[in-house]
């Protein structure tokens, strides 16, 4: 006979939507030419695939170091050394992004000292950067592991512009007077990125979206038959530039670890936003971008803020 379960909790969690290892993949999506590599078992890989695939409705890159029942026992340090020896020999990618999974944490992996072993045995792929990120799913969150996994490629990839010179920083900021960082967190979508662009190309500025899901994950076609790596977003050459911008705008509380690396390393001025749902908070946005740029406010947003105070009183009576 049957037996009803009844649960006790308030809520259901996907534990995809709550997993540190695929918020950390998603960081590494919004970069050209990436390819991911999950530290676990084929299965773990595959379900978050199977999750991005039927979300984005796109090709995801996303390969497995496969840890099999002996090298979660015995060690799993030649499982990353040779995952990273053939995705370089195979597909020669922009950046690969060593993430580790709640089966590699338990079994006590040292990732980063992999990674220095596959340096020492493989210099010939010295060019390739391979960022290594621990992230268990079983601990924090989604947003947490997307956040870790961008600090630690500003820590890797962004080179050290920022010098103390008789106790004053100085820098190479603001070479770049119309380049702008922005840190956007891991819930901003494709097409909420898109809008941030738009925004500020509008005052004749250049946005480098760090990562950047908009080209990356915006559901286009590609002019390659296949490609087994991302066909857009963030190039690594572009992001090495992030200390000669003239700003970084951070959206989102989650990345401001992320953000505090960046202005160590580069001394940019940086301008923080929790998020950009109210009128008070996309006015203040959209002031920061004139005072940055020296322009003024286009007349298009102004008469788009006209157009949703209009629709606020026409809903209110």
């Known amino acids: 006979m049957a037996e009803l379960l009844k649960r006790k909790k308030a809520l259901s969690v996907s534990p995809l939507k709550a997993s540190q290892t695929v918020g950390a993949a998603l960081a590494f999506l919004g970069f050209f030419r990436s390819m991911p590599i999950m530290h676990g078992s084929q ?3 595959a379900f978050a695939k199977v999750f991005f695939v039927r979300h984005f409705r796109e090709p995801i890159p996303l390969q497995t170091t496969a840890m099999d029942q002996v090298s979660s026992v015995m ?30 944490e338990t079994q006590g992996t040292d ?21 290594p990120v621990n992230t268990p799913d079983f601990t924090g ?13 500003i820590e890797t990839l962004v080179p050290e512009s920022a010098t103390e010179q008789h106790s004053e920083i100085s820098s190479r900021a ?11 967190h891991a819930n901003l979508t494709p097409g909420d990125l898109e ?46 530039t992030a200390g000669e911008s003239a700003a970084t705008l951070v959206v989102g509380e989650s990345i401001a670890s992320a953000a505090a690396a960046l202005q160590k390393k580069t001394a940019v001025p940086e301008y923080r936003f929790s998020h950009l749902m109210t009128m008070e908070t996309v006015d203040r946005w959209l002031m920061t971008l004139s005072r940055i740029s020296g322009q003024p406010v286009p007349a298009r947003w102004k008469k788009q803020r006209r157009q949703l105070q209009d629709a606020m009183l026409d809903t209110h009576f």
């Open 111 to 131: 990732v980063r000292g992999a990674v220095k072993q596959f340096r020492q045995r493989c210099p010939q792929f010295a060019s390739i950067p391979v960022v």
């Open 141 to 153: 969150s989604f947003e947490s592991g997307f956040a870790l996994a961008l600090k630690a490629i």
């Open 174 to 184: 603001g070479l770049r007077h119309k380049q702008v960082n922005v840190l956007c």
């Open 75 to 104: 060690g799993a340090d030649e499982n990353i050394i040779e995952a990273l020896k053939a995705v370089c020999e195979k597909n020669a990618p922009g950046i690969i992004g060593m993430v580790t999974t709640g089966l590699a």
């Open 195 to 240: 809008f941030i662009v738009e925004s500020i190309e509008s005052f004749g500025l250049r946005p480098m979206l760090i990562p950047d899901l908009s080209s990356s994950l915006d559901g286009h076609l590609s002019d390659d038959a296949f490609n087994p790596l991302t066909t857009g977003g963030l190039a690594v050459d572009d992001l090495q």
């Open 43 to 45: 299965g773990c890989t």
